[in-house]
């Protein structure tokens, strides 16, 4: 690229008519009232009925299920569309006063459906066997299972109702207050006697800049930023701890962890073994930086030169370039996989124009069956921004894959989530490895594919570490943001030992994980699909074509299995102990073995 400033996603926004005009559309308060009445109607008609014996027939759980979804859809449709527009722009007043008004509403609308959950649970075993035995409500058994999961933790329909309206000022309010304040922040940088203000994404990307001198800067610039502002972080965060703990203890659950294991289908055993096979291959990680220390030969590293480029061959990307790569990728695989994720660019269902403001980060966002999912990228023209197309755009597939599911099997459960993604990540870096002829580019791609994959496994897995400890201190005590601190520094020495320098700033980096603020113990989910993905492309290799049927099967599935009976189809068994470590064997013999050859 001629201009390094300007890639050709100057322009590249989403066209977010599908679902309305703007936040004045008056459709979204006609859906709103769809949602409410359709709410009214279904408390009137079993509330207080469910849990009477004869009453919760395999017809009427159907019948219940099925207004269910409908209601679904009147709100998440006007949902999904808020928090689109807030993410294109985190300072726009009006959205703000609009998402505000929203969430008070949907709180209050969806308070007339509580009871649900709550007499659902007081139904007798044998009702329940009945309609588990039925093929009428076939495609609802999972979800009644799922809400009998957790009948031993439910509370009071008071207690309940209370607990959502005070959300509104409580957890929620605070993981809303997090995402504003922190998308507000500006960095200001000195770079070639220039002073330049960026945005969390520019300041990060600069971790990958050439000169170790600029990449330390920025570490500093960004990190102490947060800890500029660590009387509000910390506040914040204890806040949003304090409320989990509460609930745990109000619900009965045995730890911090538990609800999100139990919402994931995964038992705390298989997530503990999950997390000490990682803990253990830390030390993988510790061979890498010490080879990556001697290859770029300028004395020990530093944590701020985690992601130092070590070599100059990387390609730069013009937006159409990423395109191309991107779709010839998935091309390669499968036409479906290039036809699905064609519609995203032909019908301006990506965002990757960069803007003060804008939400860091990507996702992608689906909301029903009925409607396209929508893809928010940063991009700015780096080979590590073309992967991280590729694996938004695998989320995209996914959803579209198993719109033919009905709308409550639609969203798979948060790990298998990211399985079509980190999926799509290893496509697109094969296709690259094979095309490439110049062997230092090849080294460039190996190191930083080895980079993603520990940042996806290692470092997840010490955040949700630190989320552990942090989570069980604060339940003795209020943390402050120095305490917290200490603790993210006892996991960042534990992982990277003393093979990288670790500066004072780094102990901050914990305020700048958006996760452990706005989804607490979801960090495990990307390190729990990364060992998965990296079991089904060792098939996909052996297998060839035959591997795609079972593979878009579970991806066609949605969540409307647990995990283990999903992951059948493609002959993957979580209870197996050495299943967790396969992927680290992976890792060792495929990639850090294949760098010291090329080395």
């Not at 009214?40 to 979804?69: S, V």
């Not at 790569?325 to 091309?331: A, Q």
Request: charged share 30%; glycine share 4%; proline share 3%.
């Amino acid at each position: 690229m001629k201009n390094k400033e300007m890639t050709g996603a100057e322009n590249v926004v989403w066209d977010l008519s599908e679902y309305y005009q703007s936040i004045e559309d008056p459709k979204i308060n006609e859906d709103l009232d769809k949602a409410e009445n359709l709410a009214k109607e279904i408390a009137k008609e079993y509330r207080g009925k469910i849990e009477k014996p004869g009453f919760f027939t395999p017809e009427k759980a159907k019948e219940l299920y099925q207004k269910l979804e409908k209601f679904q859809k009147y709100l998440l449709h006007p949902n999904t569309f808020v928090h689109l527009k807030f993410s294109e722009n985190t300072s726009d007043q009006d959205v703000m006063k609009f998402l505000m008004k929203f969430q008070e509403r949907a709180n209050s609308i969806t308070n007339h459906l509580i009871f649900i959950e709550i007499e659902l649970a007081k139904v007798d075993h044998e009702t329940i066997e009945k309609i588990y035995q039925s093929e009428l409500a076939a495609n609802y058994h999972h979800t009644i299972k799922m809400a009998r999961l957790f009948k031993d933790h439910v509370l009071s329909e008071a207690a309940e109702k209370m607990s959502k309206l005070k959300d509104i000022t409580g957890s929620s309010a605070f993981r809303q207050l997090y995402q504003e304040f922190t998308s507000d922040f500006e960095y200001q940088i000195e770079i070639d006697g220039e002073m330049k203000t960026m945005n969390g994404s520019q300041i990060r990307n600069l971790r990958h800049h050439s000169n170790p001198k600029i990449r330390e800067l920025s570490a500093k610039v960004q990190f102490g930023k947060y800890q500029e502002n660590k009387l509000v972080l910390g506040n914040i965060y204890n806040n949003i701890v304090k409320d989990r703990v509460l609930e745990k203890k109000e619900r009965g659950f045995k730890s911090s962890i538990q609800s999100k294991n139990m919402s994931n289908e995964l038992s705390d055993e298989t997530v503990n073994t999950m997390i000490k096979t990682i803990t253990k291959n830390d030390s993988l990680v510790q061979e890498y930086y010490q080879l990556k220390t001697e290859m770029l030969n300028i004395g020990k590293l530093k944590l701020s030169d985690l992601y130092a480029p070590v070599s100059t061959k990387e390609k730069e990307y013009s937006w159409n370039e990423a395109k191309e790569t991107v779709l010839s990728g998935m091309k390669k695989f499968d036409q479906k996989f290039y036809e699905i994720t064609k519609s995203f660019f032909d019908d301006n269902r990506i965002h990757a124009k960069i803007h003060p403001k804008k939400r860091d980060g990507a996702f992608c966002a689906s909301s029903t069956v009925e409607k396209n999912p929508f893809v928010l990228v940063n991009f700015m023209g780096r080979q590590r921004d073309v992967i991280t197309l590729a694996h938004e755009l695998g989320h995209g597939i996914h959803s579209v894959l198993s719109q033919k599911q009905t709308q409550i099997n639609f969203h798979p459960i948060m790990p298998l989530a990211e399985i079509a993604s980190i999926f799509s990540e290893m496509l697109l870096t094969d296709k690259l490895l094979k095309e490439m002829t110049d062997q230092q580019a090849k080294i460039s791609l190996i190191t930083s594919k080895l980079e993603d994959i520990f940042a996806t496994t290692n470092r997840q897995n010490m955040f949700t570490r630190f989320e552990l400890r942090a989570h069980e201190a604060i339940e003795k005590e209020k943390q402050s943001a120095d305490q917290l601190s200490k603790i993210y520094q006892e996991e960042l020495e534990r992982v990277f030992d003393d093979v990288l320098e670790i500066p004072a700033e780094y102990h901050w980096e914990w305020a700048g994980i958006p996760h452990i603020f706005s989804s607490p113990f979801y960090c495990y989910s990307y390190a729990f699909a990364q060992l998965l993905v990296i079991a089904l492309y060792q098939q996909y290799l052996q297998k060839g074509k035959d591997f795609k049927p079972g593979y878009f099967e579970l991806l066609a599935s949605g969540g409307s299995a647990s995990p283990q009976t999903l992951l059948k189809k493609v002959n993957i068994d979580l209870s197996n102990p050495d299943f967790w470590q396969s992927g680290f064997d992976y890792i060792k013999t495929h990639l850090l073995d294949e760098l010291k050859k090329l080395l």
